[in-house]
Each structure stands twice: as structure tokens, then as C-alpha cells.
């Protein structure tokens, strides 16, 4: 398959002025201008015009790369059939990508985090903590490739290679939200190289997957935990540490508190996506830490305290 590299005759990694200085050189050649009249050389430089104009936009390139030769040509050709299209090459026009997507993807656009990644994309799951995600990390993804065992004679049809490289997730990720691989690799990229030289259109994505929390139960973006408090805390108001993902933090309880009641604590849930903005919430239900024992001192007070509420049943 002859893709846009192919056609300026540079590799997938040429820079800005690598794919200009290929584009002008080809351009002068195969211009109708200082090239014979024909069908094919027409042909030609139509093409030239069209890679140029999808690999000298940073933004139309990231996307050529996301969606894969044919995928992206077929939109861009239905996006510019009125001939518009060849007019943005060798100036410089944008499109506008204030949606986040470039405006020839109309079709075929970068899907959003509830639709999940194009249904042709190869999936590698990376699991984080729910702490991890309000920071970046660097974190192994684990890939298994299967190919076809060139040995005729053994039964196997197929052998098995194994990956292993890094990926670096941004802060405020969320559960199941994805990233290109080429957008997040780190260190090492030899096993993205490789696929990308044996497929070049091949669309690789990471899938964020969270680990729940010990003593959390996570509903949406939200998250529900519990606490136990002394029963004169509940009656007085007091503060009382719990743990959160940011760590341990004073949670303000109002004077007459009933148990099992839940106080909600507004953005100390999960990260949300941009689209919906901020964070969930995180619910805490308080429940009575009954003690087993009583001192001497203890056991007076809380019979005098008996003795005074029974004293005022209405107070």
C-alpha cells in the first residue's frame, strides 16, 4: 500500500523541513508546468500535493496517523470533492480544530472517551492504582504477538513473542479512557517501530483499567467509603481522619449527626473527563465505634451522662 510517506519518499519520522524540502523537490518535477501533459503525471502530482498537505499539518498528520491511509484519504476526498482540498497545500491555512479533531475527519473522527477507540485498534490494557491516577506515571504494558511459525514441519502453527515496554500516563487520567501508544511510549519505542514497519497503518492504543481500592466501592465517578466515630462526636460535631486518594485529610462533622448518615466531601472522587469536568465525590456513611472497654473515668462519665439525659428526656 502506497501511503503518504511513500509518496514523498521519506520515512514516518521525517521532520517539518524534511517533508517541505521533499514536497519541493517533487513538486518542481512533477508540476504540469515543467512535466508533460498527461494523465499519469497529473495523477502524480496531485498526489504530491495531497501528502504534502496532510504531513505538513501537525495536527492532519496525528490524525493520518490515528485512522491509517485509507481511512483518512477516503474522508478527506469526500470532505474536498470540490477541489478545495488541493488548494491548502504549500500555504499556510489551517483547518479549525477547536472539537479537537481535524475538520476532514468529519466521517471518521477521533472517536470520544465514551465511544472508546476505532473498533480496528489493538487494545493493550494498562492497569492503574485510583491514587495513580491524579499523577503521572510511568507504568509496563505487556504486549504478546502472535506469528506464523516458519517451520512447516512442527505442529505449531503459530509462535508467540512477548513485549514489554513503558508508557507514560499523564496526570488526571480516568477508567477506560485510551492514548495512542505513539503519544504516551517511553524509553524504548523498538517494539512500536517494528509493528509499525511490518503495519504501517496499524493503530495501537493504551486502555487505562483501575484496580479498585480496599475499603472503597467506586459508582460512576464517585466513591463511597466508610468511617467509624465516637458517639459523643456525632452528638458535639468533632473532625475525624480518613483516608482519601490524596491521603489522610479532617473530615468536619456537624453537632447532631445521626448514624449511617452519608456527608458527601465534592471533588475527592475520580477524575472525570474533560468533557464533564472536575472530579466525582467522595461519600462517607459514619457509623458508632462502640468501645469495648471502659476506664474507671470513662464508665462515671458516661453513667452521669445517662443519668442527666434520662433526667431531660426532652432536652
Not at 442527666?308 to 428526656?313: N, R, S
Request: proline fraction near 7%; charge should be neutral; charged fraction near 30%.
Amino acid at each position: 500500500m502506497r501511503n503518504y510517506y511513500d509518496v514523498l519518499g521519506i520515512s514516518r519520522n521525517a521532520s517539518q523541513a524534511e517533508i517541505k524540502a521533499a514536497y519541493r523537490s517533487l513538486a518542481k518535477k512533477f508540476h504540469p508546468d515543467s512535466a508533460p501533459e498527461s494523465g499519469e503525471e497529473n495523477a502524480r502530482f496531485q498526489e504530491i500535493q495531497e501528502a504534502y498537505a496532510v504531513l505538513s499539518d501537525p495536527e492532519k498528520r496525528k490524525m493520518y496517523h490515528y485512522y491509517g491511509h485509507e481511512a483518512y484519504r477516503k474522508s478527506y476526498h469526500a470532505q474536498h470533492s470540490s477541489g478545495d482540498f488541493w488548494g491548502t497545500a504549500g500555504n499556510d491555512r489551517r483547518d479549525s480544530h477547536e472539537d479537537g479533531h481535524c475538520g476532514a475527519c468529519d466521517q471518521h473522527r477521533k472517536p470520544s472517551p465514551e465511544e472508546g477507540p476505532p473498533p480496528q485498534a489493538v487494545r493493550i490494557a494498562v492497569w492503574l492504582d485510583l491514587e495513580e491516577t491524579l499523577q503521572t506515571v510511568v507504568k509496563d504494558a505487556y504486549y504478546t504477538e502472535r506469528m506464523p511459525n516458519p517451520d512447516a514441519s512442527s505442529p505449531l502453527k503459530t509462535l508467540e513473542k512477548e513485549w514489554k515496554f513503558q508508557v507514560k500516563i499523564p496526570r488526571e487520567s480516568y477508567d477506560h479512557q485510551f492514548f495512542l501508544l505513539e503519544d504516551v511510549i517511553w524509553g524504548d519505542s523498538s517494539f512500536l517501530t517494528q509493528q509499525k514497519r511490518k503495519q504501517p497503518d496499524k493503530l495501537y492504543v493504551i486502555i487505562i483499567l483501575l484496580r479498585d481500592k480496599p475499603g472503597f466501592l467506586r459508582q460512576g465517578f464517585h466513591l463511597y467509603t466508610d468511617c467509624m466515630v465516637d458517639y459523643h462526636t456525632l452528638v458535639l460535631g468533632g473532625t475525624e481522619k480518613i483516608t482519601s486518594l490524596e491521603g489522610e485529610i479532617l473530615l468536619d462533622i456537624p453537632p447532631g449527626t445521626v448514624p449511617e448518615q452519608k456527608l458527601r466531601l465534592k471533588n475527592h472522587g475520580l477524575v472525570r473527563p474533560k468533557k464533564m469536568g472536575g472530579r466525582g465525590d467522595l461519600y462517607v456513611k459514619l457509623h458508632i465505634r462502640i468501645p469495648r472497654s471502659l476506664s474507671p473515668a470513662q464508665h462515671k462519665a458516661l453513667e452521669a451522662f445517662r443519668d442527666a439525659m434520662e433526667a431531660c428526656p426532652d432536652a
